[in-house]
């Protein structure tokens, strides 16, 4: 694409200037992919010289430190104790003989099993009465669960280490210059003063690091086994694979065991438009109800917006299972429109393909118009004024207003919203599983999949009905991927990122 002058592109409409930035994104992308694969060796050299200057600091504590350093080393907290730093001394201890008791008793033979993840999971012998008596021996699941959190608790071992080593190093040298080191009351006392943001901070990082970090790479580590309905512990034993789930996922043709992939493939298309039409309609009807709201003139404002916020105080859960109930084929509208001789049989709202589509589309408007109409009106509140003033002067029509003021506003202060409410309804569970649960169902698709299935509500399928946690797992890979790619590219796009200051 030829670059464009900066005169002739401020000169183009917004519209055009999105268009022109979506293009030129795309076209200068092969060149940042270059870029970033000659970056690649640059990033590495300096990785390697990160990790040479770390182990070149330790081997320089550990050359320049006295007889408490150094066996610091060896027996955490040594040095400590020897500094008057008694309750560091302690800590650094605990944390070490608690380490070395569950790696002893634990740690080593769950990381030592990974590699196998396994070899025998019953024995079945008979005894005196000649009775069967069942014994279970390794369990797969278990294995790889202790061997991640294993991997973690070392990783957290040499983190401790480390700041034990530096601890006695930075303690040596202030004692050397005739400074007393900090004692454990003000360690203590710092935590509630000038180290408070790390009091704060310590307990969601734990609980990140323990329910968000650690099933994340857990579930890496499932995506490349053969867990599913046929390898389920205790009974069976599951092992490692390599890549040919991801294989099976993304082949080509859609024979044999490949039917995944064209599974996988249709629902990833459905998924996408679902995510699009679902936030951009939410998104343009609930500032369009916002606008008529608060439009001069209009009475009645306080009456219109707390029948909309009805909608959000009930539960949706609630509201979604009562309309499916509804639109069912034994429904109360099917009903009532063959009573009224409207129809002469009854219409699958919710049971044929198209038709249950269109449906949680429109019924996911009604489910998500409301919020829209909050946010907006917010926004709508804050637009200076005499800019429509102004536009009135000129002789500025009100879509004019609209597509040169409001919209423009509108996409800067929402613009992180809006790629959030995209995402999200990439993962929107509810309205799909609480509607039609996937359905219609079809034989064409693997997995127990339907056809209105997005990728999370098949994936729950895939994991808690069929059993198949090897494919839920590729499935919940290939789904981060997907969100993050776009949330990078349209992020990167969006007025809030690219026009910082246009209305500050």
């Known amino acids: 694409m030829k670059q464009m002058a900066e005169l002739d592109y401020l000169g183009l409409p917004p519209f055009k200037r999105r268009l022109h930035d979506i293009g030129r994104f795309f076209v200068s992308l092969p060149g940042r992919l270059l870029d970033l694969l000659k970056k690649i060796p640059l990033g590495l050299k300096k990785v390697l010289f990160g990790i040479g200057g770390f182990f070149a600091n330790i081997g320089r504590i550990f050359k320049e430190g006295d007889l408490k350093t ?73 294995i790889l669960l202790y061997g991640v959190l294993t991997i973690f608790i070392i990783v957290g071992f040499i983190w401790t ?120 309609s939410n998104y343009f009807l609930g500032m369009f109800i916002a606008i ?55 219409i699958g709202f919710l049971s044929t393909p198209e038709l249950a589509k269109i449906m949680v589309l429109v019924i996911n408007l009604w489910v998500g118009i409301p919020y829209l109409m909050l946010i907006t009106t917010g926004v709508l509140m804050n637009i200076p004024a005499d800019l429509y003033e102004s536009a009135k002067i000129d002789g500025a029509s009100g879509i004019k207003q609209f597509t040169k003021i409001t919209l423009p506003y509108m996409l800067f202060v929402t613009g992180p919203y809006l790629l959030t409410s995209f995402t999200a309804n990439i993962n929107n569970f509810n309205v799909i599983y609480l509607l039609t649960g996937g359905a219609p169902k079809t034989m064409a698709y693997e997995g127990g999949a339907g056809q209105t299935d997005l990728l999370i509500t098949w994936l729950y399928t895939l994991t808690m009905q069929n059993n198949d946690y090897k494919m839920a797992a590729v499935i919940g890979i290939l789904v981060f991927l997907v969100v993050a790619v776009i949330s990078l590219i349209v992020y990167n796009l969006s007025p809030s990122m690219k026009n910082e200051e246009d209305f500050q």
């Not at 040095?79 to 730093?85: K, S, T």
């Not at 025998?120 to 005894?127: C, L, Q, R």
């Not at 310590?202 to 579930?219: A, C, D, H, K």
């Not at 209009?298 to 979604?320: D, E, G, N, W, Y």
């Open 70 to 142: 150094r066996v610091s080393f060896v027996i955490m907290g040594f040095g400590q104790f020897f500094r008057r730093q008694i309750g560091r001394g302690i800590i650094f201890l605990l944390m070490e003989a608690v380490f070395i008791y569950y790696m002893a008793g634990f740690g080593l033979h769950y990381l030592a099993d990974m590699t196998t993840l396994g070899t025998e999971a019953v024995t079945k012998t008979v005894n005196k009465y000649g009775l069967e008596v069942v014994a279970y021996k390794d369990n797969s699941l278990k």
């Open 161 to 280: 280490w480390v700041i034990n080593i530096k601890q006695n190093a930075l303690a040596q040298k202030l004692i050397a210059e005739g400074i007393k080191p900090k004692s454990f009351k003000h360690d203590i006392k710092s935590l509630g003063d000038e180290q408070y943001y790390k009091t704060l901070l310590s307990v969601p990082l734990l609980g990140i690091v323990i329910f968000t970090v650690i099933p994340i790479f857990f579930m890496i580590l499932i995506a490349f086994t053969n867990y599913d309905y046929s390898h389920l512990p205790p009974e069976k034993l599951f092992g490692w694979v390599e890549f040919e789930n991801f294989r099976t996922m993304l082949a080509t043709d859609i024979s044999g065991s490949s039917k995944f992939a064209f599974t996988f493939r249709e629902i990833l298309i459905w998924t996408m438009i679902w995510a699009l039409v679902a936030t951009f």
């Open 292 to 346: 008529c709201i608060n439009k001069k003139g209009i009475k009645f404002k306080k009456v219109f917006r707390t029948v909309l916020v009805m909608t959000i105080a009930v539960p949706q859960f609630v509201s979604l299972l009562l309309v499916s109930k509804m639109f069912a084929d034994e429904g109360i509208v099917n009903s009532l429109l063959q009573k009224l001789s409207v129809i002469t049989e009854k």
